[in-house]
């Protein structure tokens, strides 16, 4: 069974750094490229970043760019995203998500919150 | 960016109704890379139908979707209790974006 578990998610004050972490089970990690995507409180999906199942490929969306770094530890199964000069505006719950061209499973996800 | 415009905001309708979602791209969205997904509350969302048309592994034949180019659909033939909850179109041909999404609420 395939499983995404996040984790690293918290209370953080505006300038301040995160690290995410989504573990993952029940596949070949390795072979999949991987996403991140975030939901504001009461708001749509917003893509952040994707990674391939090598690292080569890395794409951010414009509104973290520069301040986030998708990464991966194929030999132990994970994701991550360190989130650095973090903002009001990423409060989010974030989700990694697994891309077979579209995002066939979804961790549950973990919530960040930017606050003073 | 490829912005996608979903419609209605909100659609109000009774179970055993039809229900039918518009998702509409600003440029064409090449291969029809368009999937429709389902979010229930506290819930991550959940893949419905990707390539336009094609049902995920266990999604019921209820679903469906269709489309091409800029204009995309998603029907439910005959709503379920299960099925009330929010809607997000997906395109993955350019980038990735998200349509704003479309609550399907009870009457």
């Known amino acids: 069974e395939v499983q995404l578990v996040e984790s690293g998610g918290g209370l953080v004050k505006p300038g301040g750094s995160l690290r995410l972490s989504c573990a993952a089970s029940?596949?070949?990690?390795?072979?999949?490229?991987m996403n991140w995507v975030r939901q504001a409180p009461g708001k749509g999906l917003e893509w952040v970043s994707s990674?391939?199942?090598?690292?080569?490929?890395?794409y951010y969306a414009d509104s973290v760019k520069g301040r986030f770094t998708i990464s991966r530890d194929n030999a132990k199964n994970s994701l991550y995203l360190q989130m650095n000069s973090l903002r009001a505006e990423d409060t989010a719950v974030y989700y990694c998500?697994?891309?077979?061209?579209?995002?066939?499973?979804w961790g549950q996800g973990t919530l960040v919150t930017v606050s003073s | 960016e490829i912005v996608l415009t979903q419609s209605p905001g909100t659609l109000s309708l009774s179970p055993g109704e039809r229900a039918t979602l518009s998702c509409r791209a600003s440029?064409?969205?090449?291969?029809?890379?368009l999937a429709w997904y389902q979010q229930k509350p506290g819930q991550a969302p959940r893949l419905l139908i990707y390539?336009?048309?094609s049902r995920a592994t266990g999604i019921p034949d209820r679903f469906s979707g269709s489309g091409s180019g800029t204009d995309f659909t998603l029907t439910i033939s005959r709503l379920e209790p299960e099925d009330f909850a929010v809607y997000y179109c997906?395109?993955?041909?350019?980038?990735?974006?998200f349509g704003p999404g479309t609550k399907v609420d009870i009457k």
């Open positions: 998500a697994r891309k077979l061209i579209y995002f066939d499973y």
């Open positions: 029940g596949f070949t990690f390795s072979s999949y490229s």
């Open positions: 990674i391939s199942s090598s690292s080569s490929y890395i």
């Open positions: 440029q064409s969205v090449s291969s029809s890379y």
């Open positions: 390539g336009a048309s």
């Open positions: 997906q395109q993955y041909g350019s980038s990735v974006t």
